[in-house]
């Protein structure tokens, strides 16, 4: 079981992106799902999150240009980006708490995170 995001590229200033989340695996749970960001140089934060019910929560900072949802049949969540502009440059990861079951029965709750996908912005 891993998540595994993906959508990142070099886009002009002005642009949009849709990144993806995929819970890949056979998983019993999926709680929230987030995505979160970290620039060069700087600490990792939260860019928005999701619940399961398709409640969501942005950094204050990210409010407007940022669009979080999910598919919970496709245990996906995206993060629609728009107005795209130098500042958003950065490694996107997403993360979620999980719940699944290993061969032997046993159950594993953990908080899993993506692999982390590029987004460049150019001018």
């Known amino acids: 079981v891993q998540l595994q995001a993906y959508g990142g590229g070099l886009v002009r200033a002005g642009g949009s992106l849709t990144l993806s989340c995929v819970v890949s695996?056979?998983?019993?749970?999926?709680?929230?799902m987030s995505w979160y960001r970290q620039a060069p140089g700087k600490q990792r934060e939260l860019v928005a999150q999701i619940t399961s019910g398709g409640t969501t929560n942005y950094a204050n900072s990210m409010k407007g240009r940022f669009t979080i949802s999910r598919d919970n049949a496709k245990n996906t969540a995206y993060l629609q980006i728009n107005n795209l502009n130098a500042e958003d440059t950065a490694t996107y990861y997403c993360?979620?708490?999980?719940?699944?079951?290993?061969?032997?029965?046993?159950?594993?709750?953990?908080?899993?995170w993506g692999q982390g996908t590029q987004v460049t912005v150019s001018s």
């Open positions: 993360s979620a708490p999980l719940l699944y079951y290993l061969h032997d029965g046993s159950p594993v709750a953990e908080r899993a």
């Open positions: 695996g056979k998983v019993s749970r999926v709680d929230d």
